[in-house]
């Protein structure tokens, strides 16, 4: 058989059958490399060698050696040190029997149960570890998490139970005898796993395309609170002449979400500002036409690309238009330097619309002007761009919601003001090859019947 490594330039001399036993060795071998790597950095821990490398911690160093996220590192040291109190397990990945998928539901449903219980002993735990680690061989990770759910469920039920039986026994004694000053609180019941706030958790992972994953396991009542805010901010919103709308019930609760923000970061006045972001960036750059694109990267960190000046604090570079569009209605500061890094200016709020002019556009426009959406939904936009010396006037200002904003900066989209005081839409070509104006949303809806 041909070397694995030469598989690309022996491909045409590989027979079907070695192409089919390549990738079960390759696989194979990834599980037992994992093994093994998992192995050596528990002894790295165990061993203390951070000191060794020039850190005070074992994360940076793996972070640094590898480049992997600091957050990434610290959790492979936490698994490794986790895993080897269960051998069975180590032994399960390096003979192939597991893969780092199944691994990985084994470790986080293990964490699941012992925080739904915290009473568990370690015999329980190594029960725990036991039963997941059969299904983790009979099933896929879905299988192992959709198990670690139940035993939690009956970790929590058990807890229950054993805190009703005591509390009884206490009630019973206290019934025939007088109460003894040192016996030990029952304290609060444990709460169901569905209640259980410990449980909880949140995570952002920034894509190498730019976006943003979120995943998430939350507490009924939060989970309650959430749906109940998406659900307010995400109902269908059919066109000026009735028509459905076309986007789907998720694209409807990222929307929703999207609002819920904006509002927040107004302090709950729909007056305010819909987003708060700071940039430091050099003069030249922000006054200079700039490219209308985002660098290309394998990742977003901003190290990487010193010399763009373009930057959010959480997500890295954005494009010079997207800069431009958060101008326009966002409490945007831009800290303006010079090329030797001294502060020019702290940003401008003028630019900002009043409460009152907020009001009166409002009166105005009613809703979006493009889509329709609620007032509070929605930022006021610049018609001619504040960037490009446009007034803060009420004859330079109107509402549109952030897709519909994002419409106007980026798809080709104009707004202009018409004769009789109020905003009209500019189609791109695409839509319209001779870009007739259209009324705002409000005045181009059909009457009920």
Not at 21 to 37: F, G, P, T, W
Not at 74 to 92: E, I, K
Not at 334 to 348: S, T
Request: proline share 7%; aromatic share 4%; charged share 25%.
């Amino acid at each position: 058989m041909h070397e694995l490594g030469d598989l690309y330039g022996a491909a045409e001399a590989l027979s079907d059958q070695e192409i089919i036993d390549s990738v079960v060795a390759i696989h194979a071998a990834e599980n037992l490399l994992a093994a093994r790597k998992l192995a050596a950095l528990a002894e790295f821990s165990k061993r203390g060698l951070s000191e060794m490398v020039g850190h005070t911690k074992p994360g940076p160093w793996l972070a640094l050696a590898t480049r992997v996220a600091l957050g990434n590192a610290y959790r492979q040291f936490d698994t490794a040190v986790w895993l080897g109190s269960f051998p069975t397990v180590t032994a399960a990945l390096a003979a192939s029997d597991i893969h780092a998928g199944h691994f990985k539901a084994i470790y986080d449903g293990h964490n699941h149960i012992k925080t739904a219980d915290p009473t568990l002993t370690a015999e329980k735990l190594a029960d725990v570890v036991a039963d997941l680690l059969t299904s983790a061989t009979a099933g896929t990770p879905e299988d192992v998490k959709v198990r670690a759910q139940e035993l939690a469920h009956a970790a929590a039920e058990d807890a229950r139970a054993r805190y009703e039986e005591k509390k009884r026994e206490q009630d019973e004694r206290r019934d025939a005898e007088p109460p003894v000053d040192d016996e030990d609180p029952i304290g609060p019941p444990p709460p169901a796993v569905s209640e259980n706030t410990d449980l909880n958790k949140l995570d952002l992972y920034e894509q190498a395309n730019g976006r943003t994953t979120i995943q998430g396991d939350v507490d009924k009542i939060l989970g309650e609170k959430l749906r109940s805010a998406i659900a307010e901010h995400s109902r269908p919103e059919p066109g000026p002449d009735g028509t459905r709308d076309p986007r789907s019930a998720s694209k409807r609760q990222a929307d929703g979400l999207s609002r819920i923000l904006e509002l927040q970061a107004g302090c709950g006045d729909a007056s305010g500002p819909a987003t708060r972001v700071n940039a430091t960036v050099k003069l030249r750059d922000l006054l200079a036409p700039g490219a209308d694109c985002t660098p290309s990267p394998s990742s977003n960190r901003r190290a990487e690309y010193p010399g763009w000046p373009f930057h959010l604090d959480w997500t890295g570079p954005i494009s010079h238009s997207l800069a431009r569009m958060l101008t326009c209605d966002a409490e945007f500061n831009p800290i303006i330097v010079d090329d030797n890094g001294a502060v020019l200016a702290m940003g401008q709020s003028v630019r900002l619309a009043t409460r009152e002019q907020r009001i009166a556009v409002t009166v105005r426009d009613r809703c979006c002007i493009k889509c329709g959406s609620v007032a509070d939904w929605c930022q006021v936009h610049h018609i001619v761009f504040w960037r490009d010396d446009g007034n803060t006037d009420i004859t330079n200002l109107t509402l549109l919601c952030t897709n519909c904003h994002n419409d106007i900066h980026h798809r080709g989209w104009d707004v202009v003001m018409g004769d009789d005081g109020h905003p009209f839409l500019v189609p791109p070509i695409s839509v319209d090859p001779e870009r007739k104006p259209v009324p705002s949303y409000h005045r181009r809806r059909k009457p009920a019947a």
